[in-house]
């Protein structure tokens, strides 16, 4: 134990050398590689819808203008116009702090570039809210799943922005539920002014929503990998769903070929094969930290026909749609390969300093996930175990499209 502290502190002191001999070197440089390593401690869906955000060629897709505007004289205006938000949104996510942010460029541009590394991707995440909504609504829009627009609950809604997407492309009434108050105060700056939108602070687990008329569309985006009872949060937006209606939420899949490598909340490797309990284990041998912090960030990982049962158990059908790919089945060898050569360091260099049971139960969650993943692949027949294939091994996360005809 005192070993495994001494490694982890001694891990942290020689990152920080590195990091103060590059920042002499060149600071620039450095305050990026702090921003990546800051980056990559991210919750995984944020890292991905981040990635999504800025990957050139896909902002104009989503509305973020690819290059700054013409040299605007006043940085709330700048970022109203870029990321579609209004201005009380703007103005009381300033006033809330969200860290050490120098608010005096004029322009969203030079604001960006004068943010610390943590807001860089903190900020845009919140700004892009509305954007992302959009993009949410447009993909239902697109398959036809917005039959009726009278109602929408966005369960989780943090800063509010899908509310509001939602009240642009028609919902009469549109509500959001958010555990923690700032966020609650965010959500309704965003939505102020606009008829039949509403916010309120609820734990949607224990919320008492019985008397609540029902929606025709509910989404959960980002949230259901965090919450204790996955299975009575199901439950609960199934029931406040309309006849015709949908509910669309998004999930990290812990079979990803990419999460068995490194996952997406702390990149471990192979933690994401492990139920919670020894998952949280591995964590506090790996990092130091306590299995509470495990505990409190996560909650149990399922495969995707978890949540197609529970959906069905609940009366309504679901499917997976096309985003997310991680990469088509003919990079798999490449993968594979990649991913072999992962877990041999890891043999190598990580397992030998982990209790020999905890070890042992990696090593053998792994292995029958090498197992089956080979196993799967050299069955891929017809096209129905193409798509089985891909939504299980080469989907970073599922957005899962639920519907009760
Ligand atoms: C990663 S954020 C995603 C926010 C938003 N859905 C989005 O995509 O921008 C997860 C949000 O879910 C909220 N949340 C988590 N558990 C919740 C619960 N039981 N009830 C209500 N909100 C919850 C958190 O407070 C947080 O704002």
Redesign the pocket.
Known sequence: MVNKVSDSILRYIKRFIRFAQRFVQDPRLASDDLAKYLFLKL?G??QL?LRTLFRPGVQSQTGIPSSPSSKPQDLVADITSQFCVPETFVRRYREQGHGPIDWSSSNWKEFFEHLPPLQKITVP?AMS?VI?GRTMLSLLESQAHLRKKNRYL??????G??LRAAKEAGFKEVMG????QD?VDLASANVYGLPGAQVLK????T?DFSGIQGFDLI?????IE??DDPRL?IRKMCGLMNEGGCISFEVPNKDAIEFVRADGHFLIFGITQLPKDQAAEYYAAYTGAQQSVYFFEMGEMYELDWYFKELRENGVSAFVADTHSIGAIEDVPNLMKDLRQVYKEWQAETKPKLDVALAQRITSSVDTYIQDLERDFSNLTDHPSKIRFKNKYLRAFWTIIATRD
């Open positions: 919750p869906s944020l819808r995440y809210t992302r966005d369960v989780g809604t943090g800063y922005g899908f539920i958010e555990l923690q966020l609820e734990d949607f687990l919320g989404t959960c985006n980002d949230v965090h919450v949060a």
